[in-house]
């Protein structure tokens, strides 16, 4: 039950956190023309990351995902992605699965949280300019350079708060 929480949890602190930090990171990439979401991804991607850092099984990142992407429909809140929020959204969650899975991880050390925020951001990046930007090779390059390094930093931040979580003993709440 309490990892059923956690993935409701982080899923819906995704979706908050979104709209709050995509308008900021437009002043930033607007004049760059480079997507928003690019730069402002790694700061709500890094809830995914969260979430599988804190349960530490197989498929978390992928369900947290999935549940924004139900959330979004559900709500009637498409934003530009329509229908296809349920992919543009899922796969970054797959991502950061597929990562830990290769890498044979449970996405609690500082690596592993800092590729899986550089995975889940830069695969939502990528999506997202298959399907809506379509932007040449330089701007594309650019904007996934900058979807790696928000995300990485997206993922230190979410191994820090599992530092603290785990320092302060609230990982054993849940066992």
């Known amino acids: 039950m309490f990892e059923l929480i956690i993935i409701a949890m982080m899923a819906a602190l995704g979706i908050a956190t979104k709209p709050v930090v995509v308008p900021l990171a437009h002043i930033i990439t607007g004049p760059l023309y480079i997507p928003g979401g ?3 991804g790694g700061f709500y991607m890094m809830w995914i ?6 349960v530490k099984k197989p498929g978390t990142a992928t369900l947290i995902a999935l549940v924004q992407a139900i959330m979004i429909i559900v709500t009637g809140f498409y934003g530009t992605h329509g229908i296809l929020s349920i992919a543009t959204y899922t796969l970054p969650g797959l991502a950061v699965d597929a990562l830990l899975l290769i890498i044979r991880s449970k996405g609690n050390n500082m690596i592993d949280c800092f590729l899986g925020g550089i995975a889940a951001n830069i695969s939502g990046t990528f999506l997202s300019n298959i399907v809506f930007f379509r932007l040449p090779l330089i ?3 650019l904007s996934l350079s900058s979807a790696a390094l928000s995300g990485g930093l997206g993922g230190i931040i979410a191994y820090n708060i599992i530092k603290g979580f785990e320092k302060y003993n609230l990982m054993e709440i849940g066992e």
Do not use: M, W
């Not at 990351?49 to 804190?54: E, P, T």
């Open 49 to 54: 990351v969260l979430g599988a850092g804190i």
């Open 139 to 141: 701007p594309l390059i």
């Open 38 to 40: 690019a730069v402002a």
